[in-house]
């Protein structure tokens, strides 16, 4: 019911827009997050956002004014932009809906930044 999309490979420096569109009836979306996680790591918090355009991100220090979490509520989508990509932004990147009743889980989509 949540698709990831817009991973791929891409050079240090450059850009990319993650999609993650709901299909289905999963209720009543509370917030949308994004998390990554790269080889060997543990899963991060990327960013959130709610169901009334409320945003925040993680508390590491690389995500900090690179990633930007965006909602179209029409298209049932929430976009992550990704700018000045490092190789250590690496990972496969899951959005993730939580409701009322439980959190509802993408397959995630590899992003590869190469140097």
């Known amino acids: 019911q949540l698709q990831a999309s817009g991973g791929g490979l891409v050079q240090a420096g450059g850009s990319l827009r993650l999609s993650c569109t709901t299909s289905g009836d999963i209720g009543s979306i509370i917030a949308t997050a994004w998390f990554r996680q790269a080889p060997g790591k543990q899963r991060e918090l990327v960013a959130t956002?709610?169901?009334?355009?409320?945003?925040?991100?993680g508390d590491a220090d690389s995500l900090k004014g690179r990633f930007t979490i965006s909602r179209d509520g029409a298209k049932n989508t929430v976009y992550l932009g990704t700018t000045s990509l490092k190789p250590d932004d690496t990972a496969v990147y899951y959005c993730?809906?939580?409701?009322?009743?439980?959190?509802?889980w993408g397959h995630g989509t590899l992003v590869t930044v190469s140097s």
């Open positions: 956002i709610t169901n009334s355009d409320i945003s925040a991100y």
């Open positions: 993730a809906a939580d409701t009322e009743d439980r959190w509802w």
